[in-house]
Each structure stands twice: as C-alpha cells, then as structure tokens.
C-alpha cells in the first residue's frame, strides 16, 4: 500500500519530512500523547491538502493527513487520530477504520528500521514467502513484532504497487524491488550495521523495463512531420 500511495500522491511524498530513518530512538512504552497538535510546518502542509479539496469533500485529504502525523510522531497514536476526524469534521471511527485498514499506518510504537515484506499474489508467486522466512529468522521476530532494543519492526503487507518488480520489500520509505535471497541478506545486514542500502531494483534493471533491456521506444523517435513531408509536396 505505502507504494501505491507514494505514486499517487507524490507531491506529499515530497513535502513531507521522510523521518522514519531519521527520528530518534522510539520508546515501545510510549502510549502517545494526551493531546496531539501539528507542528506549525506540518499544520501548513496539512492546510494546503485540505485547500485543495472542495468544502465538501475535505475527507480527500484523510490519507495524507494521518500520513503527515504518522511521519510527525513517528507512529499513529489514537490522539492524532482524533485531532484529524476534528479537522476533517469527520466521525473518529470513520477516521480510525481507515487508519487500521492500511497497513502503511502504524498504531502503536515502531523500530528505527520496519521493515515491510509485500505477500500478495505476485510478490508470493516470485518467492516472497522465502524473504519473509529470511526476515524472522535474521531479526528474530515475527510479523507485527518489534526487537526489544527498538531497532526493527517486521510487517507482513498487501501490494505496494510495484508488482512487476516483485518480490519487494519496503525499508520504512525505501521500497526495494526484484530482492532475492542474498540481497535481502545484504540490506538487513547493512541496516543492522547501521547503513542505509540502495532503494530501488535489486536486478540491476531501470525501473520495471523488461530483464533483458528495453524492447520498445529503442530508437530516436521520428521528427514532427513524419511521413507527412512527401504528402506536402
Ligand atoms: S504484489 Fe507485491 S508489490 Fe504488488
């Protein structure tokens, strides 16, 4: 889902602050805040959203909204969610199905790194249930379960949009694609090292052209007119 959203919503994606690899040490004690309030740079990112949706349809701005007080807190405490149903004027259940509903949404603390592992169909079908293996057992955890000292976070997720590039995996904001085996093994040793891996295909293919390079679009494309000159004439 994260990279579904990252595609359709890319100018969020820029605006707003790509904290999760950078924030501080998160506490797994930490029950959120009592009253949650935008910082003043994001109420202006979240009152810009809002001002592009008609009065009507302010709920538009929901995704973004929660997105933008998950990357502020560092998680999705029950108090953001309500000071957005406030200013959505929207039913906090309303506000709170959706936030359980994506997986991208995070309802209580979460490691430094969480890591995101995609099962659906294609990513299962080009082995991403081996990757998940992979993942339990070089960070000990299971899915929904965060290390003690607050490094990692493992999650099993729905599509992230990226399925011709599959098996992916998602790095908090960094979605890694066509990962095999020893590239997983690479990017959670570096993580545990501290260093952040190469987002991106892991195949060593531009995007989702084909594995072999492209095939279409291959050439200089024809100049205005062409074909047309000796119609002209
Ligand atoms: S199924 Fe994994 S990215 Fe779509």
């Given at each position: 889902m994260l990279g579904i959203f990252k595609r359709a919503l890319p100018r969020i994606s820029i605006l707003a602050n790509r904290t999760l690899c950078k924030k501080a040490a998160p506490d797994a004690s930490d029950q959120g805040p009592e009253k949650f309030k935008f910082n003043e740079r994001n109420m202006e990112r979240a009152k810009m959203i809002m001002s592009t949706f008609p009065e009507a349809e302010q709920r538009g701005a929901l995704m973004a909204l929660l997105d933008i007080a998950q990357r502020q807190y560092g998680w999705l405490p029950v108090t953001a969610i309500k000071e957005v149903s406030n200013m959505l004027k929207l039913d906090p259940f309303a506000v709170w199905e959706v936030a359980t509903f994506?997986?991208?949404?995070?309802l209580k603390p979460v490691g430094k790194y969480c890591v995101s592992v995609c099962t659906t169909t294609p990513c299962y079908l080009r082995g991403s249930d081996d990757l998940l293996k992979t993942c339990k057992s070089m960070l000990n955890l299971k899915p929904g379960e965060t290390s003690k000292d607050m490094q990692f976070t493992l999650k099993e997720t729905y599509c992230m949009g990226a399925c011709v590039n599959a098996p992916c995996l998602a790095v908090n904001d960094d979605l890694f694609e066509d990962v095999a085996q020893l590239d997983l093994e690479i990017i959670l040793t570096d993580l545990k090292c501290g260093k952040i891996p190469t987002a991106g295909?892991?195949?060593?293919?531009?995007?989702?052209?084909?594995m072999g390079g492209p095939t279409t679009l291959i050439h200089e494309p024809p100049p205005p007119g062409y074909m047309m000159q000796d119609l002209c004439k």
């Amino acid at each position: 889902m994260l990279g579904i959203f990252k595609r359709a919503l890319p100018r969020i994606s820029i605006l707003a602050n790509r904290t999760l690899c950078k924030k501080a040490a998160p506490d797994a004690s930490d029950q959120g805040p009592e009253k949650f309030k935008f910082n003043e740079r994001n109420m202006e990112r979240a009152k810009m959203i809002m001002s592009t949706f008609p009065e009507a349809e302010q709920r538009g701005a929901l995704m973004a909204l929660l997105d933008i007080a998950q990357r502020q807190y560092g998680w999705l405490p029950v108090t953001a969610i309500k000071e957005v149903s406030n200013m959505l004027k929207l039913d906090p259940f309303a506000v709170w199905e959706v936030a359980t509903f994506y997986t991208m949404f995070n309802l209580k603390p979460v490691g430094k790194y969480c890591v995101s592992v995609c099962t659906t169909t294609p990513c299962y079908l080009r082995g991403s249930d081996d990757l998940l293996k992979t993942c339990k057992s070089m960070l000990n955890l299971k899915p929904g379960e965060t290390s003690k000292d607050m490094q990692f976070t493992l999650k099993e997720t729905y599509c992230m949009g990226a399925c011709v590039n599959a098996p992916c995996l998602a790095v908090n904001d960094d979605l890694f694609e066509d990962v095999a085996q020893l590239d997983l093994e690479i990017i959670l040793t570096d993580l545990k090292c501290g260093k952040i891996p190469t987002a991106g295909p892991k195949s060593g293919r531009c995007a989702s052209e084909p594995m072999g390079g492209p095939t279409t679009l291959i050439h200089e494309p024809p100049p205005p007119g062409y074909m047309m000159q000796d119609l002209c004439k």
